[in-house]
């Protein structure tokens, strides 16, 4: 026996040392190679915008503390954003072309890649856009091109906005499995599947609101772009006017209905070259890496912070998909220290999560507001939680399309007693004193318990409806009245006083430098995020293949089965009380 241990023990050895010198001669190749990793832009070139791999506003920055290895990434959204900025004035830079762009940005996002691409336009270069078919979403984001080509076998998806939340207090009732809510706000429908098996009125109202005012801004900017009328364009979406080709062109949506290779040949005669010529494509994300060491001027010394807090905010030290209290709270630390930095922004990008860590990062906000101005830039989502923490900044920004509000908390609770009986599993309970067992799932939930819980939830949402009221000086009464959960668009947010301003991170940055008293600045994105060499190796998934366990659960499940698999996991770790967006909103 004592031999096997010492075989195993020797087999587990010579596999960490093959693991610690993998990741080592992947550190040492990435340090090798890091001195020139920027594209070589030729004479004559142009931009392809592809968009596919983007999905995050801040793609960030690690610090391997274990290994002392620094890694950044320039493939989010402010990374394109900075390089189409750098190419307008990149004279080898031509125009943009928006190839079969498969787009997973969300609406706020859409609109400031869109926004960049109308002033790119303004330097004189093109651009165009071709696809063999178009999402609405892409096609809101394509129609801003001189000219827009389809596919003679494609089509246009135009129809209106529409979104489906499913129900299940049936499913419950049949399966045993029931959730006991504790909520407070009438609208706080991030429950309301499990109460009930329709739309209640609240929520149905404010889902038209929402997806109205959503519309109306993609409408209003397609309007513009196509010189079409908002009453035309909605009549082409209720009659599905753009369903053929043919149909698309009459309807002005397209300019030319054409092959792939016709769009390159127009291409080549805008650039001047012959139609046997190849024309120089450079990666928008490859362009982006030359962009990044090019945008800013280090010769100022004034800094704008700009500080991303981005995905459901759950603690922790988070990292590009997690907002953590460690990295958001040492980020605004840092820069209130650092008398180069004159003012912070915050871009949220969240549909809220935890309270108690909503809190702390209010709590170093506002710390950090009496030394330096703080000014928020919100993105897709800035709900709940993500509202929270953005309520006591100097100025919020939003985009007209950003869902925001949500001001409201509950409490969920699995309950298997029915299954329990139905499956023969009997739980007994014994203790010392009358509230020492807490919640057993396999217990009906007990109402001193219940009470308990509710005043919790009763306290933070007091709390919440407090901190509003400070940071946007209104009554506590005046925020309860357009709170109680109900989601806003920035554009119905600015008008109850939730918000200042409608306008871009850019927006955001210049305000901020205004209140920090300066106008020759650069930016500085944070967080870093601190990471070990146990972190590095929760994503190793076996030596054969190389693949994270997300590739690995994408290829068997695909991009909407791993999407439900991660909304799963979401919810079984969220855990006390969550100021959390009512539910998952994917608009289409």
Same mark, same amino acid.
């Given at each position: 026996?004592?031999?096997?241990?010492?075989?195993?023990?020797?087999?587990?050895?010579?596999?960490?040392?093959s693991?610690?010198?993998?990741?080592?001669?992947?550190?040492?190749?990435?340090?090798?190679?890091?001195?020139?990793?920027t594209v070589?832009?030729k004479?004559?070139?142009?931009?392809?915008?592809?968009?596919?791999?983007?999905?995050?506003?801040?793609a960030?920055?690690?610090?391997?503390?274990?290994?002392?290895?620094?890694?950044?990434?320039?493939?989010?959204?402010?990374?394109?954003?900075?390089?189409?900025?750098v190419?307008k004035?990149?004279?080898?830079?031509?125009g943009?072309?928006?190839l079969?762009?498969?787009?997973?940005?969300?609406?706020?996002?859409?609109?400031?890649?869109?926004?960049?691409?109308e002033?790119?336009?303004?330097s004189?270069?093109?651009?165009?856009?071709?696809?063999?078919?178009?999402?609405?979403?892409?096609?809101y984001?394509?129609?801003?091109?001189?000219?827009?080509?389809?596919?003679?076998?494609?089509? @246009?998806?135009?129809?209106?906005?529409?979104?489906e939340? $499913?129900?299940?207090?049936?499913?419950?009732?049949?399966?045993g499995v029931?959730?006991?809510?504790?909520?407070?706000?009438?609208?706080?429908?991030?429950?309301?599947p499990?109460?009930?098996?329709?739309?209640?009125?609240?929520?149905?109202?404010q889902?038209?609101?929402?997806?109205?005012s959503?519309?109306?801004?993609? @409408?209003?900017?397609?309007?513009?772009?196509?010189?079409?009328?908002?009453?035309?364009?909605?009549?082409?979406?209720?009659?599905?006017?753009?369903?053929?080709?043919?149909?698309?062109?009459?309807?002005?949506?397209?300019?030319?209905?054409?092959?792939?290779?016709?769009?390159?040949?127009m291409?080549?005669?805008?650039?001047?070259?012959?139609?046997?010529e190849?024309?120089?494509?450079?990666?928008?994300?490859?362009?982006?890496?030359?962009?990044?060491?090019?945008?800013?001027?280090?010769?100022?010394?004034? $800094?704008?912070?700009?500080?991303?807090?981005?995905?459901?905010?759950?603690?922790?030290?988070?990292d590009?998909n997690?907002?953590?209290?460690?990295?958001?709270?040492?980020?605004?630390?840092?820069?209130?220290?650092?008398?180069d930095?004159?003012?912070? @922004?915050?871009?949220?990008?969240?549909?809220g999560?935890?309270?108690?860590?909503?809190?702390?990062?209010?709590r170093?906000?506002?710390?950090?507001?009496?030394?330096?101005? @703080?000014v928020?830039?919100m993105g897709?989502?800035a709900?709940?939680?993500?509202?929270?923490?953005?309520?006591?900044?100097?100025?919020i920004?939003?985009?007209?399309?950003?869902?925001?509000?949500?001001?409201?908390?509950?409490?969920?609770?699995?309950?298997m007693?029915?299954?329990?009986?139905?499956?023969?599993?009997?739980?007994?309970?014994?203790?010392?004193h009358?509230?020492?067992?807490?919640?057993s799932?396999?217990e009906?939930?007990?109402?001193?318990?219940?009470?308990?819980?509710?005043?919790s939830?009763?306290?933070?949402?007091?709390?919440?409806?407090?901190?509003?009221?400070?940071?946007?000086k209104?009554?506590?009464?005046?925020?309860?009245?357009i709170?109680?959960?109900r989601?806003?668009?920035?554009v119905?947010?600015?008008?109850l006083?939730?918000?200042?301003?409608?306008?871009?991170?850019?927006?955001?940055?210049?305000?901020?430098?205004?209140?920090?008293?300066?106008?020759?600045?650069?930016?500085?994105?944070?967080?870093?995020?601190?990471?070990?060499?146990?972190?590095?190796?929760?994503n190793?998934?076996?030596?054969?293949m190389?693949?994270?366990?997300?590739?690995?659960?994408?290829?068997?499940?695909?991009?909407?089965?791993?999407?439900?698999?991660?909304?799963?996991?979401?919810?079984?770790?969220?855990?006390?009380?969550?100021?959390?967006?009512?539910?998952?909103?994917?608009?289409?």
């Open positions: 026996m004592r031999f096997l241990g010492n075989v195993l023990a020797t087999i587990v050895g010579l596999f960490v040392f693991i610690i010198a993998f990741f080592g001669l992947i550190i040492i190749g990435a340090a090798a190679g890091s001195g020139d990793d070589k832009v004479n004559n070139s142009v931009l392809e915008l592809d968009l596919s791999k983007v999905t995050l506003d801040y960030g920055k690690t610090n391997y503390k274990d290994f002392n290895y620094f890694e950044a990434h320039h493939d989010g959204v402010t990374d394109i954003l900075n390089a189409i900025e190419a004035s990149d004279k080898k830079i031509k943009i072309s928006i079969n762009n498969q787009s997973q940005l969300g609406l706020a996002q859409n609109k400031a890649v869109r926004d960049k691409l002033e790119f336009k303004k004189g270069k093109f651009v165009y856009a071709y696809a063999n078919y178009y999402t609405q979403s892409e096609y984001l394509n129609s801003v091109a001189d000219q827009v080509y389809l596919n003679p076998m494609g089509e @246009v998806d135009f129809k209106g906005l529409s979104s939340i $499913i129900y299940m207090k049936d499913l419950q009732e049949k399966s029931k959730m006991e809510v504790i909520r407070h706000g009438k609208y706080k429908s991030a429950v309301e499990f109460l009930a098996q329709e739309m209640s009125p609240e929520n149905r109202e889902m038209t609101v929402l997806l109205n959503v519309w109306n801004t993609i @409408v209003e900017d397609i309007a513009k772009s196509r010189k079409l009328s908002v009453a035309q364009l909605n009549a082409i979406a209720n009659s599905l006017g753009a369903r053929t080709p043919e149909l698309a062109l009459a309807n002005k949506l397209v300019d030319k209905v054409a092959y792939e290779d016709e769009y390159h040949d291409i080549r005669a805008k650039l001047k070259l012959d139609k046997k190849k024309y120089d494509i450079v990666s928008i994300t490859d362009y982006a890496k030359t962009a990044a060491s090019t945008v800013e001027d280090y010769t100022k010394t004034d $800094i704008i912070a700009v500080i991303y807090a981005q995905g459901e905010i759950a603690g922790g030290e988070g590009v997690v907002i953590g209290e460690g990295s958001i709270k040492r980020s605004l630390q840092e820069a209130r220290e650092n008398d930095v004159k003012a912070i @922004v915050l871009r949220v990008n969240s549909p999560g935890s309270a108690l860590t909503s809190e702390l990062i209010w170093e906000i506002e710390i950090t507001k009496k030394t330096k101005p @703080v928020v830039s897709n989502y709900a709940s939680g993500g509202y929270y923490i953005a309520a006591n900044a100097d100025r920004f939003a985009e007209p399309n950003t869902i925001t509000g949500s001001i409201g908390v509950f409490g969920m609770l699995p309950n007693t029915q299954l329990g009986k139905n499956i023969g599993i009997n739980a007994e309970q014994v203790k010392t009358e509230n020492a067992s807490g919640y799932i396999f009906p939930i007990d109402e001193n318990f219940k009470g308990y819980i509710l005043e939830i009763e306290k933070t949402y007091a709390t919440f409806l407090q901190r509003v009221a400070d940071g946007r209104m009554k506590t009464e005046d925020v309860d009245a709170a109680q959960g989601v806003w668009t920035g119905d947010a600015q008008k006083g939730l918000v200042d301003e409608i306008g871009g991170l850019d927006d955001a940055i210049k305000y901020a430098a205004k209140l920090g008293k300066t106008d020759s600045y650069r930016t500085e994105n944070f967080p870093e995020y601190e990471k070990s060499f146990e972190d590095l190796l929760a190793f998934t076996g030596m054969a190389f693949k994270t366990k997300e590739q690995l659960l994408k290829e068997q499940l695909g991009e909407e089965g791993f999407q439900m698999l991660e909304q799963i996991k979401r919810i079984k770790s969220r855990k006390g009380i969550q100021a959390m967006m009512p539910y998952e909103i994917e608009i289409h």
